[in-house]
């Protein structure tokens, strides 16, 4: 079958049999691709704690975009921004490296959110990226991209949602946006008139948006990022509406037809998922190494400084003091995988980040908790202590005085480490008879 379609195709070629575009109006179409992607939050990698939650980061995505434009060398790559977190001291080197990475993808444009100014303007030229911000009045920004790939041009723009600003309530910072939608919607009309391929970026969901601009002059819209999956996209009016995912578990891909004003006759979605049988692209592997020397370093050096301040006794024991009075829970602890938390992390080479460290082992960052595999070797993995809090006193008073979580439900217990990003499957009537003691 193919081989009498393609036979046909190169006889028509042969015969110089007129092409679409001379063929007739209804024929001039024209196809195009757009893969986008929205919140990041600051999500480097996918922590692998489960298969179902084991999705994206950047090598993943950096690779499954070479491979789209293998196949689709014209793809237009967008992004809705929101890319860092703010939320740990150690965020900004990974926002550093986010930046490092993105923009060895070559995007084609980024929305900026308020979240990527999180560590000021200038940090955003740790590494060249096509920021765009339709009201911001600052420098450096443009307000509008114009990217061609074939024969598209695309038109971008980006919303920063004036109320959301976090220098509202600075004195005189309401000049650095600009509440007016009406310059944003002008250059939108003007981009459309032209025959561009207009994308309006926001963090709106559709029905805001909806109110504070004219969709008419707007083919594609971009709405608020769902949490990780990406939500259906639809048509309202001429303009196709999608809502990426967050945390980069995913990327987005719409393929369109185009006709001569530039508005989408037709179009196709599809969610693209990051799951780990895509490979890391090789091209990102020093920085990747670089990220992680880098995380080691900061590592070593909070050991050091904890070492120092280091005093008295520990409030936390360690299981074998437990064991003395408790043999059945120890015994049966043993054979649970709580037992072995920190050789996973070992195994896939992360047992020096503090972003893993948290939750396979005992107390970290807490006073007299877990500091590294040499100096406190007796609070690797998850213990009695991770759940029953420190037990020291406990232990002293031969079981008199309660553990300090006694009083604790057991779902409380479990959710200090089985959330939602880490445990997406957990479910308390189901996990806990397999640790039962
Ligand atoms: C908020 C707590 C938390 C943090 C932080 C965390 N983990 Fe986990 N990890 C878990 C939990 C809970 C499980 C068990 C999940 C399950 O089976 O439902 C787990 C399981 C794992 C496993 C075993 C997976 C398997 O297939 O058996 C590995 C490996 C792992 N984590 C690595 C990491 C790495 C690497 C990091 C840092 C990037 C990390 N974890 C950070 C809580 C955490
Ligand atoms: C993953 C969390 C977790 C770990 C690890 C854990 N426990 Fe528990 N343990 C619990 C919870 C939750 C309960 C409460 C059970 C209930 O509500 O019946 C419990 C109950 C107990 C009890 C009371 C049992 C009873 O029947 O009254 C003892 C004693 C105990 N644990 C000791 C230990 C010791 C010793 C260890 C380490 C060798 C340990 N636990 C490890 C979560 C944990
Ligand atoms: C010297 C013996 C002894 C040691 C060591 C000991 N316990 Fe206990 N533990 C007891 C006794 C006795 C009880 C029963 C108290 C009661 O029922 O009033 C108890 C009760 C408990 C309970 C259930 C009641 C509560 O307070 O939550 C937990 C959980 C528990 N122990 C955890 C631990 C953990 C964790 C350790 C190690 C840090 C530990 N125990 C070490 C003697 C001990
Ligand atoms: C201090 C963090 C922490 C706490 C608290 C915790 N867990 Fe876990 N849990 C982990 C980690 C980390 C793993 C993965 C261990 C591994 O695979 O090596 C895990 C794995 C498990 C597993 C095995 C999952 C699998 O797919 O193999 C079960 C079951 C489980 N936990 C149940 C519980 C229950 C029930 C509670 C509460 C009573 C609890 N956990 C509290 C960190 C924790």
């Known amino acids: 079958m193919y081989k009498i379609v393609l036979s046909i195709v190169a006889i028509l070629l042969i015969t110089g049999f007129a092409s679409p575009r001379e063929a007739g109006a209804e024929n001039t179409a024209i196809s195009t691709r757009v893969v986008y992607s929205g919140n990041l939050d600051g999500e480097l990698e996918p922590c692998g704690c489960s298969e179902a939650g084991d999705l994206g980061g950047i090598l993943r995505r950096a690779s499954k975009i070479a491979e789209l434009r293998k196949e689709w060398p014209q793809l237009f790559l967008i992004s809705s921004g929101g890319l860092l977190a703010n939320a740990s001291p150690r965020d900004r080197l990974k926002s550093e490296y986010i930046l490092k990475g993105l923009s060895a993808m070559r995007y084609d444009a980024v929305g900026l959110q308020w979240r990527d100014l999180s560590y000021g303007t200038a940090f955003l030229d740790v590494a060249p990226l096509p920021w765009t911000a339709s009201n911001w009045n600052g420098d450096g920004v443009p307000r509008q991209r114009d990217i061609r790939h ?4 695309m038109a971008f723009f980006a919303w920063l949602t004036p109320e959301d600003s976090p220098f509202r309530k600075m004195k005189g910072s309401h000049q650095m946006v600009i509440d007016d939608p009406k310059p944003l919607q002008r250059a939108l009309t003007e981009a459309d008139r032209k025959g561009k391929l207009t994308v309006l970026s926001t963090t709106l969901p559709l029905e805001q948006a909806k109110a504070l601009f004219d969709l008419k002059a707007v083919d594609i819209l971009i709405t608020k990022s769902a949490y990780e999956e990406y939500g259906k996209p639809r048509q309202e009016g001429k303009t196709v509406v999608l809502q990426p995912g967050s945390r980069g578990m995913r990327l987005g891909m719409l393929d369109l037809e185009i006709d001569e004003r530039g508005d989408i006759g037709s179009w196709k979605h599809r969610v693209i998922p990051l799951p780990n049988s895509v490979p890391d692209a090789p091209f990102l592997k020093e920085w990747y190494e670089e990220y992680n020397a880098k995380v080691k370093a900061a590592y070593l050096a909070s050991v050091e400084e904890k070492k120092r301040r280091q005093s008295g006794q520990s409030p936390y024991t360690g299981a074998d003091a437990c064991r003395d009075c408790h043999q059945a829970a120890y015994d049966k ?16 080479g992360k047992s020096f ?16 908790g877990y500091i590294d595999s040499r100096l406190t070797m007796h609070l690797m993995d998850v213990q009695c202590e991770s759940c029953h809090g420190p037990g020291r006193k406990h232990m002293e008073a031969k079981g008199k005085e309660p553990t300090p979580h006694a009083h604790w439900p057991r779902e409380k217990i479990c959710r200090q480490c089985h959330t939602q990003p880490h445990s997406p499957q957990f479910d308390l009537n189901s996990y806990w008879p397999r640790i039962a003691h």
Do not use: N, Q, Y
Not at 353 to 368: K, M, Q, S
């Open 150 to 153: 074939g024969e598209v041009e």
């Open 333 to 348: 602890w043993l054979e649970t995988p709580h037992s072995r938390a920190f050789a996973r992390l070992e195994e896939v």
């Open 353 to 368: 980040d503090p972003d893993c460290i948290a939750c396979h082992t005992v107390g970290f960052e807490r006073p007299g």
